[in-house]
């Protein structure tokens, strides 16, 4: 198995990344989210097409970096059957597929903390167990 972007060559590529998720996010909480208020559908709903396009933008970058990268590395061309056209397109799709989980995960935990949320509403708040059920709970069997 041979990598793509080796850490000891791409280290540049690797702390770039990380720079501009560092400074998107201080941008976003620092500027835009400065003061809490409550979020309108329409601003999570703009600002999440924001984020999306921003990760597309990346996912085309990266795409168009490696089909332009990977000719003209010779220990890739070296590997025999390496097509460069291929491995940046497979490049491309595995950030996109992480994206995708990732996002998925995001939306599945939002949804868990709303209904969770709604129940706690529509039931109200559970009774705080006594000292006695923590002692029963904690007993041991016998």
């Given at each position: 198995?041979?990598?793509?972007?080796?850490?000891?060559?791409?280290?540049?590529?690797?702390?770039?990344?990380?720079?501009?998720?560092?400074?998107?996010?201080?941008?976003?909480?620092?500027?835009?989210?400065?003061?809490?208020?409550?979020v309108s559908f329409r601003e999570a709903a703009t600002?999440?097409?924001?984020?999306?396009?921003?990760?597309?933008?990346?996912?085309?970058?990266?795409?168009?970096?490696?089909?332009?990268?990977f000719p003209q590395d010779s220990r890739l061309m070296?590997?025999?059957?390496?097509?460069?056209?291929?491995?940046?397109?497979?490049?491309?799709?595995?950030?996109?597929?992480?994206?995708?989980i990732e996002k998925s995960l995001s939306v599945s935990?939002?949804?868990?903390?709303?209904?969770?949320?709604?129940?706690?509403?529509?039931?109200?708040?559970?009774?705080?167990?006594?000292?006695?059920?923590?002692?029963?709970?904690?007993?041991?069997?016998?």
């Open positions: 198995m041979f990598e793509l972007f080796p850490f000891s060559e791409y280290w540049w590529f690797y702390l770039g990344f990380v720079g501009l998720v560092v400074l998107l996010l201080a941008v976003d909480l620092g500027i835009f989210h400065r003061k809490a208020h409550a600002w999440t097409v924001v984020w999306i396009a921003l990760s597309l933008l990346f996912n085309f970058l990266l795409y168009r970096y490696a089909l332009w990268k070296a590997l025999p059957g390496f097509d460069p056209s291929a491995a940046a397109w497979s490049v491309s799709l595995e950030f996109l597929t992480g994206y995708v935990s939002t949804q868990t903390l709303l209904h969770t949320a709604k129940r706690r509403i529509r039931n109200g708040p559970r009774p705080r167990p006594t000292s006695m059920h923590l002692r029963l709970s904690s007993a041991p069997e016998t």
